[in-house]
């Protein structure tokens, strides 16, 4: 995944290619804000899982959550949102329906956004993998949902050691 | 299911509304416990709140519906996360549905906890707040209403 680059909406949408700093690892989640129950859940799971790091391996992680709604996230709320859960993070939002697409591809995400009239509610169902990508753009971990944080924790743990 | 404290004096408080008193368990002998709600974002528009039933009585009965003030949320829906097409080692899709109903069979505990069943909150009035609470009404179709307490917190108890 690491040709893949979407645009970091809370660094003024820059490009941020899907692979890790060197030495560090970059997880990535592909959801919506207006889940209530699967993100939250997830990407609480995950902050407790960095929380629980080391600090000096704490740096060298970076979180990225790539908006799947990106009508209704705006970069500002999509901000908002992970910086409940994350001291740091990349929010990912491409208005792009194309370059979504791929990126979804590229990590075998799958979504569907439900047929709705403008400015209803609806939903988006979406596979629920968080990945953990290496340098080299390798997904080197896969947690599914229901991941509890002391497992990812004890995932992190190995793979920032070698 | 760790029964803490506040599980207890959940369950004491419901089962007074209930029944308003608990020597009689003759509506059905409903317990609510262990009430908790997620923080939400402060621009989220959706919250979620789980607990679970326990059953004691000798009949079955049904969740049917959910409500909470307006100070809270406009609305509050009974939903379900399912997971499906998982087929051929692909992950699940992540789907969430309205439900009409959840069963409590007698003698079973049902839980709404992440993943599965859950109260929705939709257009949040304010964020969701650590070491606040909420108040929510459940209705039965035959013990009625039941209200609850759920504590607000950053993660799963």
């Known amino acids: 995944v690491g040709s893949v680059t979407l645009p970091d909406a809370s660094n003024g949408g820059a490009a941020l290619p899907m692979r890790a700093e060197p030495d560090g690892l970059l997880i990535v989640y592909f959801g ?34 790539v908006t799947l709604d990106p ?40 979504f569907s956004v439900e047929e709705h009239q403008p400015g209803s509610d609806y939903k988006v169902s979406h596979t629920a993998v968080t990945y953990g990508v290496d340098e080299t753009g390798t997904v080197r971990v896969e947690w599914p949902f229901g991941m509890r944080s002391d497992a990812i924790t004890s995932d992190l743990l190995i793979l920032l050691a070698e | 299911m760790n029964m803490s404290k506040l599980g207890w004096s959940l369950g004491l408080i419901t089962c007074v509304l209930a029944l308003g008193g608990c020597a009689a368990p003759a509506s059905g002998g409903l317990e609510v416990s262990a ?11 959706a919250g979620a709140v789980y607990l679970q039933i326990t059953n004691s009585g ?5 969740l049917t519906a959910v409500s909470v003030d307006a100070t809270v949320a406009a609305r509050a829906e009974l939903h379900e996360t399912v997971a499906t097409g998982s087929n051929m080692g692909s ?15 007698h003698g079973q505990t049902v839980m709404l906890q992440p993943g599965g069943y859950h109260v929705m909150l939709m257009d949040l009035a304010a964020p969701l707040e650590a070491s606040s609470q909420i108040r929510v009404t459940l209705t039965f179709e035959h013990a009625g209403q039941i209200a609850v307490t759920a504590d607000v917190r950053d993660t799963a108890p």
Do not use: K
């Open chain 1, 32 to 65: 919506y804000t207006s889940c209530p129950d699967v993100c939250p859940t997830t990407m609480s799971e995950v902050g407790q899982a960095i929380r629980a790091l080391p600090t000096d391996l704490t740096a060298r992680i970076d979180v990225a959550m």
């Open chain 1, 71 to 110: 009508d209704r996230d705006t970069a500002d709320r999509l901000t908002d949102y992970l910086g409940h859960f994350f001291a740091r993070s990349h929010a990912v939002r491409t208005t792009d329906a194309d370059q979504l697409d791929a990126a979804a591809a590229a990590f075998q995400v799958r």
């Open chain 2, 35 to 45: 009430a908790w709600a997620r923080t939400s974002p402060t621009l989220a528009m």
């Open chain 2, 58 to 62: 000798t009949a079955d009965d049904a």
């Open chain 2, 91 to 105: 992950s699940p899709m992540m789907e969430m549905r309205p439900v009409d109903r959840i069963v409590i069979p």
